[in-house]
């Protein structure tokens, strides 16, 4: 990665400049904050690797959540909680501040603590590790399916121990983990079971969405997301003990019984503001639509790198599994040099990113655990080779189109 600095999860500089919008309508000028709509200098637009996708109508309910003066605690969190529930099919749903706040909760909730071992993917983003080091227990990675690049049932059982507490579960790029096998290490075991669901929000697993099958599922809304609320997240869950936990530590620990500053627990300010939910409930609405856009995207790159020589693509659904589209990573053949492609693409105004660098090789968690390379080795391996193209709902063919010709003469 060129230069140096604060990078969003855009791959971006985050204090980059917004371009101002030409016609000055803000919903009409589409790149948030670190996403460039131009490239001052060249003639090609910059396609952005990320976007989200917004109308009016978010403007609209955010407006109203304005209007009313009721920014916080007040009654579109529970409209957006009882519309996500349903859409996903679950009993209860509580909104937090962000994915990794509900994770955090989750972790808390199932009475992961210090010194306990909580096994999860190498193969993601650091949040999934982070919510129960929180918590002062310690991660123990378990190797990725090379083909789901989600969590190997059998890796997972020949690591767990004595002190094992929990499986964080990830769906990766919104392909869903092997939940059946997961799950049943963990009941054989006695141990708790989250899935960070944060980049499968409308996938599937045996028919069955993601969000729906009892246990704690987290979901997050960074803009680069499926759907976004700037900010944001929510744990689904099938418990209505669970929810009533979430509900109170999110907010300090208050329990519905409490009283003005009255705090039954030892909480945390996760909350979700009205003004972030209101958009939420707005994308919500839209969800169908941003889904099944991001699916043409897909099957659209698909088609186009059908034939490229040393690039393949994500694994396709099955009859268990149904991936929703949170990114579009490709992975490189052996040979190819990844950052000459990222530079080549970037000099043709494409952003692209390696996608993702493995947890246990973050500088943190080398310090603090002594991880080194080729621990696991197929998460490494998929880590090398693994680039995130330009992708989002509203992605334009043609750029698409001059995304894969950059890339099939960046590997010629
Ligand atoms: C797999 C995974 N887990 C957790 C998170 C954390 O979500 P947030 O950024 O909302 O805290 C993300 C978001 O990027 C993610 O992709």
Same mark, same amino acid.
Request: glycine residues 18%; negative net charge.
């Given at each position: 990665m060129r230069g140096a600095g604060q990078y969003n999860q855009y791959g971006q500089a985050a204090h980059a400049r917004h371009p101002a919008a030409s016609d000055g309508r803000l919903l009409r000028s /589409? #790149? &948030? /904050? +670190? $996403?460039?709509?131009s490239r001052p200098g060249t003639a090609a637009r910059t396609i952005p690797l990320s976007r989200p996708y917004l109308g009016e109508s978010e403007a609209r309910e955010v407006l109203e959540v304005l209007r009313s003066r009721h920014l916080s605690l007040g009654p579109v969190v529970p409209r957006f909680e009882g519309m996500f529930a349903e859409r996903v099919g679950a009993p209860y749903a509580a909104a937090v501040s962000s994915g990794t706040s509900g994770l955090h909760l989750a972790c808390r909730i199932a009475g992961i603590g210090p010194d306990d071992e909580v096994i999860t993917s190498p193969y993601s983003f650091v949040a999934s590790a982070n919510c129960f080091m929180y918590e002062g227990a310690h991660p123990v990675f378990a190797d990725i399916d #090379?083909?789901?690049?989600? !969590?190997d049932p059998a890796a997972v059982e020949a690591a767990v121990t004595p002190k094992t507490r929990a499986i964080m579960a990830v769906d990766i790029f919104g392909y869903p983990c092997e939940l059946d096998e997961l799950r049943a290490i963990a009941d054989r075991h006695g141990l708790a079971f989250i899935e960070d669901s944060c980049e499968a929000l409308g996938a599937e697993y045996k028919r069955r969405k993601i969000g729906s099958h009892g246990h704690m599922a987290v979901f997050a809304f960074y803009p680069n997301k499926q759907m976004t609320t700037g900010e944001g997240g929510i744990v689904a869950t099938g418990s209505a003990e669970e929810l009533e936990l979430l509900v109170s530590l999110r907010n300090q620990g208050r329990a519905d019984t409490d009283g003005w500053l009255d705090h039954s627990r030892f909480g945390f300010n996760y909350r979700l503001s009205d003004i972030h939910a209101a958009i939420g409930v707005a994308q919500l609405e839209r969800l169908d639509e941003i889904l099944a856009m991001r699916a043409a995207a897909a099957e659209r790159y698909a088609g186009l790198l @059908?034939? $490229? @020589? +040393?690039v393949s693509t994500l694994l396709a659904d099955d009859a268990n599994h149904r991936r929703s589209w949170f990114v579009y990573v490709v992975k490189l053949a052996s040979g190819i040099d990844r950052d000459r492609v990222i530079t080549v693409l970037e000099d043709q105004g494409i952003q692209s990113r /390696?996608? !993702? &660098?493995c947890i246990h090789l973050q500088t943190y968690m080398r310090e603090r655990y002594g991880f080194r390379e080729w621990m696991f080795p197929v998460a490494e391996e998929t880590s090398r080779k693994t680039l995130a193209l330009p992708f989002h709902s509203a992605i334009d063919p043609e750029d698409q189109e001059r995304v894969v010709d950059a890339l099939r003469s960046a590997i010629a």
């Open positions: /589409p #790149a &948030p /904050p +670190g $996403v460039s709509s #090379a083909g789901t690049f989600n !969590l @059908d034939g $490229v @020589d +040393g /390696p996608y !993702l &660098p």
